[in-house]
């Protein structure tokens, strides 16, 4: 069964900076998307960040765009996300998710959130993140 966990969660400043990492095991398609989420109380699940396995197509929202940086080492099937510059609103829980595509999807479908819902999606069970002010 495939497996994805992640880590590199804790507690830091405002503007200090930490780096996820999510190790996947197990998977099997040669052609996928991987994504960080999150999830503060009360609030809806985010997609923050994307990246196509295929290398050099990286996706952000824009409320992280130039602090977070996606990048995917599929040697190693480990994707992380390095977050810079942080701030109390990123409070949240961290997940990663994992989604194949098949022969017709392009590489631009890892930007959408809706994807990683499907049945060929993988999730982690999440590293807490904690901004204090």
């Known amino acids: 069964q495939v497996q994805l966990v992640e880590s590199g969660g804790g507690s830091v400043q405002a503007g200090g900076s930490l780096r996820l990492s999510c190790v996947v095991s197990?998977?099997?398609?040669?052609?996928?998307?991987m994504g960080w989420f999150r999830q503060a109380p009360g609030k809806e699940r985010e997609a923050v960040a994307s990246?196509?396995?295929?290398?050099?197509?990286?996706y952000y929202t824009d409320s992280v765009k130039g602090r977070f940086t996606i990048s995917l080492d599929n040697a190693k099937k480990m994707v992380s996300l390095q977050r810079n510059s942080l701030k109390y609103e990123d409070n949240a829980m961290y997940y990663c998710?994992?989604?194949?595509?098949?022969?017709?999807?392009?590489?631009?479908?890892?930007?959408?959130?809706?994807?990683?819902?499907?049945?060929?999606?993988?999730w982690g069970q999440g590293t807490q993140v904690t901004v204090s002010s």
């Open positions: 998710a994992a989604v194949g595509l098949n022969a017709l999807q392009t590489p631009g479908v890892c930007a959408s959130p809706g994807l990683y819902d499907s049945r060929d999606s993988y």
């Open positions: 197990r998977y099997t398609y040669s052609r996928h998307c």
């Open positions: 990246v196509y396995s295929g290398g050099g197509r990286t």
